[in-house]
């Protein structure tokens, strides 16, 4: 099989898509169910159809794109990834996986393969938390990871329910009809930039992931009392920042401590009421993003940080409450699919290494559905979710190479 991976035209798709966007180039901003991204959307799918791909949409927005094999009651294989983007991003994330997957599909048909198992290009809605405060909500579903009446209650900033807006958007039926059934796939392969620096300082040019760490968020209320700042001496105070403050060092702690590298715990939000320089704060609002590839070590970090703000709360006379957000469990790709994946890597004299994904993906979800693993390049120096991550057109045509020997081999 001779594969030839269309380089070009890949990276013009990509600074294509780039374009559709909400904010100035070079960021990239589109969030679900927004115009930019039915925009985005219909780009894509026309795409997907000149390759002659048989496109739907499920009532979440998942599209679908397949290639019929020839057994058309065997299970798929799937690959594929997002489009979303969070605001002031970058044009790699997710849209590597997704332009690439079609790229592989596209390199397979020039060559002459013909598959016996379907494979379809799987776009996810909305695997960022942008609009819904959830992550993978489009994996979640398929899934059955997010239960159609929890998906149901989900509002965005303006109050507005998911249901509202994806019908509003165009998107009819019931979200019971998205979970798929186990076995709709044979295997699901997600290729991504790998958004950490670890491929580039190492000289390797694909990592094969091993792990998924999975997310725990916890919301933190921290009450003290207020007053003014020059009327309350500073014995008599109940500070709710400094408490809060005193908390977001401790949650720091226990991350270090945990005995493994990957443990990370990250406070991303920290509000601050009254909010005025002449004022005590009298409440904080925290949100706490904890990660671990073993969720028994990363539920012990959580235990650590409720006995701190037990300690914190009696120490400073402030009243301190938890709320657990999601706590998702990690998961561990596929044996069969990491050697398929180190088959193509070596077919293609491409040296990899093993990874562990600190970022989670819709993988994660995918893994509750069906055998998964992630194809991992470089990002110049680690950067993302920012306007100037970059990943260079070697090293997509590289990867896409690798993931179609690697589609390649499952569908036979």
Known sequence: MNLDVDRDRLIQEIEELAQISDAEAPAVTRIVFTPTDLKARAWLITRCEKAGLAVRQDPI??????????????PAVGAGSHMDAIPNAGKFDGVVGVLGGLEAIRSLKRSGFRP????????????????????????????????????????????????????????????????LPRGHYKAFVEMHIEQGPLLERQKVPLGIVRRIAAPASLRISVEGVGGHAGGVLMPDRRDALCAAAE?????ENAAKTSGAVDTVATVGICEVFPGAVNSIPSRVNLI???RDTDLRRRDAVMGKVKAAQEMIAAKRLVSIQETLLNADAPAECTPEIIG????ACAKHRQKSMPMVSRAYHDSLFMSRLAPVAMLFIPCRNGYSHRPDEYASPEDIARGVAVLAETLANLAE
Request: aromatic share 6%; glycine share 10%; hydrophobic share 40%.
């Open 116 to 179: 016996r198992h379907s494979i379809e290009l799987l776009v996810f809605t909305s695997e960022e938390p942008t609009r819904f405060g959830i992550g993978c909500l489009g994996s979640r579903l398929l899934s059955g990871s997010l239960s159609p009446d929890e998906a149901k209650k989900l509002v965005d900033k303006d109050g507005a329910s998911l249901e509202e807006v994806r019908r509003k958007a165009g998107f009819e039926g019931e979200l019971e009809e998205v979970k």
């Open 340 to 343: 398929a994946l180190s088959q």
């Open 288 to 290: 706490v993003d904890l």
């Open 247 to 251: 908390l977001i060092l401790a949650i």
């Open 61 to 74: 927005g998942n599209i679908f794109a397949r290639w019929t094999g020839s057994d058309s009651n065997a």
